[in-house]
């Protein structure tokens, strides 16, 4: 496993009200949420990141307003004129 550090200014830990830990857990959460959205990690790659599950990753989406499927409307329809 690789470690990646981050230096945060202290005016900002001090506005969030967050210490160090727990920012660092935010953002890692964070990273795996906007990465998956992108496309750029699989959920399951997205929830290995956030240190969760898969099921409790997609779980997860919601609070941040972020679709599970990643499909288009029209693939969707697709599919379904398909099935």
């Known amino acids: 496993m ?21 920012i660092a857990r935010e953002l890692q959460i964070l990273a795996a949420v906007k990465l998956f959205e992108l496309g750029k990690l699989s959920s399951g790659r997205a929830a290995q ?3 969760m ?11 941040y307003q972020v679709s599970p499927f990643s499909l288009t409307t029209e693939e969707l329809e697709r599919d379904v004129n398909n099935a």
Not at 7 to 21: A, D, F, N
Not at 53 to 63: D, K, M
């Open 2 to 22: 690789s470690t990646v550090q981050l230096e945060i200014p202290e005016e900002v830990l001090i506005s969030l009200k967050e210490t160090p830990e727990t």
């Open 49 to 51: 990141l956030a240190g």
């Open 53 to 63: 599950s898969r099921v409790q990753f997609l779980l997860l989406l919601g609070q």
